[in-house]
């Protein structure tokens, strides 16, 4: 049994001409201490997909249809009774701005604490002893002292470091990390990378990573899914999708990545993920594509999600 899996997931919001899926029937699944990386571009569905798993979704945006199964558990309408042991316990979440995912008017260490009463039921003295090891443990210097600080005293590496700590302070199965170091410097990105790395071993955390860089992705996740316009287009391998990828869109995502052992320069996609009332009819990326035809106007067959290597693709069909 996966750790998670989710099936026909189907979110919807309303436009002008009528409600349309902005995340449309998406199926995945994450097998325990597995890492999968969610990749595409901005508007992609890629946060709203993560918030759907919590069941903490914008007032906009309604689950219409599809699972969500955790350990063999359904989450989709589950009370919120049920749910508290899940959000923050056993699914942890690092948001993309640890700054604004903070309380600014509470201590770090209190906001940590928290979570260690809640679910893991700890006393004070308990909490702040699991506190300051849980700060060193995601690599943060002199932890006594800095539980006593407020956000706006550290560093945006150190916030992301305590939001690190948070997501782990329920000792969950999964953590969720939607695009949590796009605001990092490089230096500090690779830091918190490496912490993770070391994390993930030593705790078994299955992990799904949200993110429009390849490379972080190639650095953290076993497997990814390329996500576009609310759909799996490319499901595979990291490093077998990376260097052969079948969807187009895939193929230009990698075109677009520098490389140092290459002399062509980087190529763009054409064009910008579409708003959803003007998403096209069959193949939602075809508006864009060099290699769409007259079969595109239908829509591919979904890619399964315990597919080895599969696109979402009437050119993978012909293969």
Known sequence: ???????????????????????????????RAAGLG????????????????????????????????FDGQELVGMGERGLRAFRGGRIGMVFQEPGASLNPVLRVGGQVEEILALHQGLGRAARGRACEQLFAEVGLPDPA????????????GQQQRVALAIA???EPELLIADEPTTALDVTVQ???????????????????????DLGVVAETCERVAVMYAG???????????????RHPYARGLVA????????EAPRGIPGRVPMPADFPGGCRFRDRCGDAHAACAEEPA??????AHAAACWLESAR
């Open 256 to 263: 677009a990545v520098p490389r140092l052992d290459r002399r």
């Open 302 to 307: 979904r890619v399964a999600p315990t597919a």
């Open 190 to 212: 690779a830091q918190v990378l490496a912490r993770l790395r070391v994390l993930r071993r030593e705790r078994g955390l299955a992990l799904l990573w949200i993110s429009h």
């Open 231 to 245: 759909r799996i287009a490319e499901l595979g391998p990291v490093r077998e999708l990376f260097a052969a990828p």
């Open 145 to 156: 002292r800095l539980a006593r600080r407020y956000p706006h005293e550290l560093s945006g």
């Open 38 to 69: 969610l990749l595409g571009e901005s508007g992609c569905g890629k946060s709203l997909t993560a918030l759907a798993l919590l069941q903490l979704l914008p007032a906009a945006v309604r689950l219409t249809g599809g699972s969500i199964r």
């Open 1 to 31: 049994m996966p750790l998670l899996e989710v099936r026909e997931l189907t979110l919807e919001v309303d436009t002008p001409s009528g409600p349309v899926a902005v995340v449309d029937r998406l199926s995945l699944q994450i097998e």
């Open 168 to 170: 782990l302070a329920g």
